[in-house]
C-alpha cells in the first residue's frame, strides 16, 4: 500500500504541477493586478485589522463606560467621534467593534467554507446517490436567502453573538457548496486523478493529496468573497438585536441603537456607518482582485 501511494503520489504530482499556479507567478500577478486604488484598500484592512488586534494603540476612553456629563457630545478633540446617547466614546466603541465584527466574520466564514468544502468535495467525487441527496438538500436551503437561513437558525437556537455566528456560516454554506462542486468535478476528471485510481491509491488519500490542494483557490476565493457578506450579514442580525448583545460593541449594534438620532445627532449613527461601509468596501474589492490574480482563466495583457 505505500509503494502504491508513493507512486501515485509522483505521477499525481507530475500531472498536477501544470494546473497548479507555482508562488512566483502568482507574486508577479499580485503585483500587476494590485493597482494604487488596491494598495490603498488593502493599507486600509490592514489599518482595520492591526486596530481592532491592539486597541489601546489609539483608544483612551473605556468602549462601555458611561458618562453622564458628555451626553451627545459633537465630535472634538476630547471624544474623535464624539459620544453616543450612554455618554459612551464612540471612537473607542468602532475600534473594538471592529474586533467584535472581524472575529465574528472570520469564524462564521471559517463554518460555511468548512461545510461547503466537505459537502462539495464528497458530493462531486463520489456522484451517485450520494451527490444526488446532497445537492437537492442545497437546492432546498438556496430556496431561502441567506440572511433568512439566518434568522431560522437564531430563532431556533436564541439571540446571542455565538449563536449569530453559527447561523451566519450554515447560511451562506449552500451556495458555497455548489461552487466547490463545480470545482471538484473539473480537478475529478483529470489525468493524474485516473492515475492514482489505477495504481490503488484509497479515495480518501486522493482527495487529500490531489483534489483538495486543486481547489483550494476556490476556497480562498470563496472566504475573501464571504468574509464581507458574514460582516454584513452579522451586522443586521446585530442591528435587529439577535447577535451581540448590549453593551457589547459591534458595528451593527451600534447602528440599530443610533437609528433615533439620525436627523437630531449626525455623527452617532453616521461615523459607524462610514467605517462598516468602507470596510466592506476594501473587502469586496481586495476579494476581487484575489479573484483575478488566483484564477488561471483570467490572462493579463
Not at 5 to 19: L, T
Not at 25 to 34: A, E, H, Q, S, T
Not at 154 to 160: I, N, S
Request: charged share 15%; glycine share 10%; with cysteine.
Amino acid at each position: 500500500m505505500m509503494r502504491t501511494r508513493a507512486g501515485a503520489a509522483v505521477v499525481g504530482a507530475q500531472m498536477a504541477v501544470a494546473a497548479t499556479p507555482t508562488s512566483r507567478p502568482l507574486l508577479r500577478r499580485f503585483r500587476r493586478v494590485l493597482g494604487l486604488w488596491g494598495r490603498v484598500t488593502f493599507g486600509f484592512l490592514v489599518l482595520v485589522v492591526v486596530l481592532a488586534a491592539f486597541p489601546r494603540i489609539v483608544v483612551r476612553h473605556d468602549p462601555i463606560e458611561v458618562v453622564p456629563e458628555q451626553i451627545l457630545a459633537p465630535p472634538g478633540a476630547g471624544f474623535l467621534f464624539g459620544t453616543d446617547q450612554y455618554g459612551r466614546d464612540i471612537f473607542s466603541r468602532v475600534v473594538y467593534g471592529a474586533r467584535a465584527s472581524l472575529g465574528f466574520a472570520l469564524i462564521a466564514t471559517g463554518i460555511s467554507v468548512a461545510l461547503s468544502t466537505v459537502a462539495g468535495t464528497v458530493s462531486a467525487y463520489y456522484g451517485g446517490r450520494l451527490e444526488t441527496l446532497l445537492m437537492r438538500t442545497v437546492d432546498i436551503l438556496m430556496a431561502f436567502p441567506g440572511i433568512l437561513l439566518a434568522l431560522i437558525v437564531v430563532a431556533l437556537l436564541g439571540p446571542g453573538l455565538a449563536t449569530a455566528m453559527i447561523a451566519v456560516g450554515f447560511g451562506q454554506a449552500p451556495a458555497f457548496t455548489r461552487i466547490v462542486r463545480s470545482a471538484t468535478l473539473v480537478v475529478k476528471n483529470q489525468q493524474y486523478i485516473e492515475a492514482a485510481r489505477a495504481m490503488g491509491a484509497p479515495d480518501m488519500w486522493i482527495m487529500r493529496a490531489h483534489v483538495l490542494p486543486n481547489v483550494r483557490y476556490t476556497v480562498i476565493v470563496l472566504m475573501t468573497l464571504g468574509f464581507g457578506a458574514s460582516i454584513l450579514i452579522g451586522a443586521s442580525l446585530s442591528f435587529l438585536g439577535l447577535g451581540a448583545q448590549p453593551p457589547t460593541p459591534e458595528w451593527g449594534s451600534m447602528l440599530g441603537d443610533a437609528r433615533g438620532y439620525v436627523r437630531t445627532h449626525w455623527w452617532v449613527p453616521t461615523l459607524p456607518g462610514l467605517v462598516l461601509a468602507a470596510t466592506l468596501l476594501c473587502i469586496n474589492t481586495v476579494g476581487d482582485q484575489i479573484r483575478d490574480i488566483l484564477d488561471p482563466r483570467l490572462k493579463l495583457q
